[in-house]
């Protein structure tokens, strides 16, 4: 599903007109970078949680050049899905 029809289904779902669906999913996606970019954690209920995380300096081999690089520290995402989720998922 590409974010058209996307926006489409969830413009069905609610009456709401596509423009106004369109305009809520983008504030939607602002507040989350938002807060994920000054460290808060989202917990979407029934969906899962976002949450950043810190990767630690690390060394690693360049086979094409032999030698050793450091790769800086860096903020990564991390998803953990919900027990909700999961169970829906995994339905027969």
């Known amino acids: 599903m590409n974010n058209k029809d996307f926006l489409e289904k ?6 709401f007109e ?3 669906v369109k305009e ?3 504030q939607l996606i602002d507040v989350i970078l938002d807060d994920i ?6 917990n979407v ?3 899962g949680t976002f ?3 810190e ?3 690390r060394k690693m081999f360049n086979p094409t050049t032999k030698s050793f690089i450091i790769i800086p520290p ?7 899905m919900s027990p909700v989720l999961k169970e829906r998922l995994n339905m027969e």
């Open 24 to 26: 809520l999913v983008n």
């Open 37 to 42: 970019a000054s460290g808060d954690s989202i």
């Open 74 to 80: 860096k903020t990564t995402l991390s998803y953990k």
């Open 51 to 53: 949450e950043p995380r």
């Open 18 to 20: 596509t423009a106004d």
């Open 10 to 15: 969830v413009s069905q779902k609610t009456n």
């Open 55 to 57: 990767k630690a300096r």
């Open 45 to 47: 209920q029934g969906f």
